[in-house]
């Protein structure tokens, strides 16, 4: 539960002695309260009460980071239910299940794809974000085999999935200081599995049969000196997952549980054997509270739109990414290129200069500033509008740069072909496609 | 610290909506819970698939539409009936495509003999859809409204400039109607107001909220419908308690992802599923964000979407 300013006043020296940089320890711990100060100014606090503090000032939910470098995936720290409330913090990783009792030529393809499934989208690069590596055979050699086959080629994070203690040492001391995710813990083996986490510094997946059960395990196992817990309510149906997430989320934002207070673990590969269906219960869980999707089956039909879906779901809901106002160049455009408008929301941005650099044809691109609004969008709420694009034009001197005068505006926004001109004396205005997907032909015919 | 499961109550209701008449009419709405949350009330109609017919051939649909719709859809009632018969569609949404002013330009009478004809062939229950130009359709839905009298069909989508006619042709002849706002809880909720005003049961109205495509402004959608769906549940609030249309097929099969072959972009992988996967996503997260009936394009999605619901609980 969270302190108040009085509760941890308590806890501190009461000397106010002011090296915190605040006059009293009470206007320290006020400040401490509101989240506005850190416990690490006040030099004079004793360990007993850092312990303390630190425990309860710590985020409701912790975040937990696997791997190391810079494909390290960092899940967790979420504060939010909705998004619409503050925003969706870490966007959830998808990693592709590996089998040791794969044949060699799945293994490979596997790998293949980790390297290769890679698709830009509005200036990320969207991807596969680990290897779940799975011990199916029981056999320890065999296991750490294919574990050391993974890391020679591919450097995304793994998880090593065995509930064998044994196993997961082997593959552990294979792994050295990647700090892969460990699966998982469960009530039989998790005095072995906190030891092996300990040692090797690994994040712990906690599997246990129910949420109720998980709690009990993950105290246990927190208070064995394991802190980097990933949660996994053991259910594999659609349903049940669903209601388990809603309820570990909850738990740990609203009543400030901590034994729950960790992000999740989800394995649609284990729900369905239809490669549509796992997609979609994946989809399910980026919306619902998943940290870490496991997939079977991850192929560029099913990746990209699931990829997607994490950006649309993990973008600030109140701030729309926006572009620089200005002209942009393509393909090295002369004095006789097209000149193209469009407006400054990013999404509107990358796909517009996606497809006209997928044409290879030169090319001036405006962007006007429309406070982040897509060109319906901003044409209704008056940000796109005859005038503003015209001064636009003017201001922004390429009138200098093209001989000609001919400007295509988007589609969509046809209706002010006619003010446009008005405004703009001696342009033509173009009326350009409405969907970006035939730019490409559109300039193709352009001269 | 011992654990106990952190179950809300809530103390509003969804509408619970009549579309259709007799053995065939469909039940949308009356949830009293978050979608699919079952472990703290109740959904007791599940989210109904209504695939979308036009009253012309479209032109420019992705081959993977093609393929599956190309035999029947210059033929409405044929391809209505394909929809019911062996795609397993919960109600069918005519698209009066050929009305607009900019396109077809045909007048209410030619418009409302499709209508009839689609509606006396396929029992399952009709949302009528106008082609977006606010005056031609509600021009046009009225005299649909009129002719089809009884027939418990949605009209829309009623927005701005035109709900006076629609909902008054819709509330006199015994029609449901769907008012559409951009994407924002304060406009949707003043256009049930304006609609209730003038004497259409709020049980009759259902809410489009607009809908964007997964990656062209999904994200809105989403979070517009979870919005509507916390105003009515949690603060019990009157006007917002209308099941909710989402119209997704049309803008899934828009985006560029859902159509482009591999000569174009190889590695985006099989155009076929890829489309499918594109509308069926997309259509998931409004469910889970809480549409009551979702406009879709693909016979595959509406399998897949069963089986979803199937999966979450609700039959
Ligand atoms: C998401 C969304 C919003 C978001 C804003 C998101 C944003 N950052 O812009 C929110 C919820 C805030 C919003 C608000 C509003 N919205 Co809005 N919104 C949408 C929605 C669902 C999707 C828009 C989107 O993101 N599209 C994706 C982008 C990439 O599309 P795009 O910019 O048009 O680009 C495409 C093409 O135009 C083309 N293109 C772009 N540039 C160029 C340039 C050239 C040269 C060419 C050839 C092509 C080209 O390529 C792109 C891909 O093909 C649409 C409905 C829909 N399904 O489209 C309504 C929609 C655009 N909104 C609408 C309205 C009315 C509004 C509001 C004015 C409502 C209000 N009165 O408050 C407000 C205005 C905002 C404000 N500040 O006041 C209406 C516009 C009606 C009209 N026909 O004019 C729409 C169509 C909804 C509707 N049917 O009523 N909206
Ligand atoms: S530094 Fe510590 S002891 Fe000194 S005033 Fe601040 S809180 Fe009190």
Redesign the pocket.
């Known amino acids: 539960m969270a302190l108040t300013g009085l509760d941890i006043y308590k806890k ?14 009470l206007a ?2 006020m400040k401490l309260a509101s989240g506005g100060a850190s416990l690490d ?5 004793s360990q007993e009460a850092k312990d303390a503090l630190s425990e309860a000032s710590a985020p409701p939910m912790r975040e937990v980071t696997i791997g190391q470098g810079d494909n390290a995936l960092k899940i967790g720290g979420e504060q939010v239910l909705f998004r619409h409330e503050k925003t969706f913090f870490n966007p959830c990783g998808f990693a592709l299940v590996i089998d040791d009792s794969m044949e060699a030529a799945e293994v490979d393809s596997r790998l293949e794809s980790l390297k290769k499934m890679r698709f830009e989208r509005v200036g990320y690069e969207l991807k596969t974000d680990l290897a779940a590596l799975k011990c199916s055979s029981g056999d320890k050699s065999s296991f750490a085999g294919l574990v050391e086959k993974v890391k020679g080629s591919c450097d995304l994070p793994l998880v090593l999935m065995s509930d064998d203690p044994d196993v997961m040492s082997a593959a552990l001391d294979v792994c050295g200081t990647g700090k892969p995710l460990m699966a998982s813990a469960t009530p039989e083996n998790c005095d072995a599995m906190a030891e092996l986490a300990k040692k090797h510094q690994c994040p712990l997946v906690v599997r246990a049969g129910s949420v109720e059960e998980l709690s009990g395990l993950t105290d246990k196992i927190s208070k064995a000196g394991v802190q980097d817990l990933v949660l996994d309510s053991g259910s594999r149906d659609l349903s049940k997952t669903l209601e388990n997430l809603v309820m570990m989320r909850r738990s740990a934002l609203k009543k400030k549980f901590r034994p729950l207070g960790y992000p999740t673990i989800t394995f649609p590969c284990q729900e369905t054997q239809d490669e549509m269906l796992e997609a979609i219960h994946a989809s399910v869980y980026v919306m619902k509270y998943g940290g870490i999707m496991v997939m079977n089956n991850l192929e560029p039909w099913s990746a990209l739109p699931l990829f997607v879906l994490r950006q649309n779901i993990y973008t600030d809901p109140q701030r729309p990414m926006q572009v620089k106002e200005g002209f942009y160049d393509f393909a090295s455009p002369d004095e006789s290129s097209p000149v193209l408008v469009t407006t400054n929301f990013s999404l509107t941005y990358f796909i517009v200069s996606s497809e006209i650099e997928s044409s290879k044809r030169p090319a001036h691109l405006g962007i006007v500033d429309s406070e982040g609004l897509s060109t319906l969008t901003a044409w209704a709420a008056g940000k796109f509008t005859a005038e503003k694009i015209a001064a636009f034009i003017k201001k922004s001197g390429i009138e200098d740069k093209v001989k000609h005068r001919k400007v295509v505006i988007p589609g969509y926004v046809a209706q002010i072909k006619g003010e446009l001109e008005e405004e703009l004396e001696g342009w033509e205005v173009m009326v350009g496609p409405r969907e970006a997907s035939e730019i490409p032909g559109f300039l193709k015919s352009w001269q | 610290m011992s654990y106990s499961a952190p179950i809300d109550r809530y103390t509003g209701k969804i509408n619970k909506v009549e579309i259709g008449t007799g053995d065939a009419s469909v039940q949308v709405g009356g949830e009293t819970t978050l979608p699919f949350y079952l472990f703290e009330g109740e959904m007791p109609n599940r989210p109904r698939l209504a695939m979308e017919v036009c009253d012309e051939a479209p032109g420019d649909w992705a081959k993977a539409l093609e393929d599956v719709l190309g035999d029947v859809w210059d033929d409405p009632v044929k391809w209505a009936a394909k929809c019911k018969d062996e795609f397993g569609a919960d109600l069918i949404c005519l698209r009066l495509l050929s009305i607009d002013p900019n396109g077809a330009d045909k007048g209410p009478d030619e418009a409302l003999e499709v209508v009839r004809k689609v509606a006396d062939s396929v029992e399952i229950p009709l949302i009528i859809y106008g082609c977006g130009n606010a005056s031609k359709d509600g021009e046009v839905l009225k005299k649909v409204a009129e002719q089809m009298e009884g027939r418990a069909m949605v009209l829309g989508p009623a927005v701005e400039e035109n709900y006076k006619t629609i909902s008054a042709a819709a509330m006199g002849f015994g029609h449901n109607v769907a008012g559409e706002t951009p994407i924002d809880v304060n406009m949707a909720k003043q256009l049930n107001i304006l609609m209730t005003n003038l004497g259409m049961p709020a049980e009759r109205i259902l809410i489009d909220p607009s809908t964007g495509a997964l990656g062209y402004g999904l994200e809105y959608t989403y979070s517009v419908i979870e919005r509507d769906r916390l105003t009515a549940l949690q603060q019990n609030d009157a006007m917002m308690q209308m099941p909710i249309i989402c119209d997704m097929g049309r803008e899934a099969w828009k985006a560029k992802e859902a159509k482009v072959g591999t000569d174009e972009h190889p590695e985006y992988g099989d155009p076929v599923k890829r489309g499918i996967m594109w509308e069926a996503i997309g259509v998931t997260s409004l469910l889970v964000a809480g549409a009551d009936i979702v406009v879709v394009r693909h016979p595959e999605t509406v399998k897949l979407m069963r089986s979803t619901m199937e999966g979450l609980g609700v039959k």
């Open positions: 501190l020296p009461q000397t106010n002695c002011g090296e915190c940089g605040v006059p009293t320890c320290f711990a100014s006040c030099p004079h606090v």
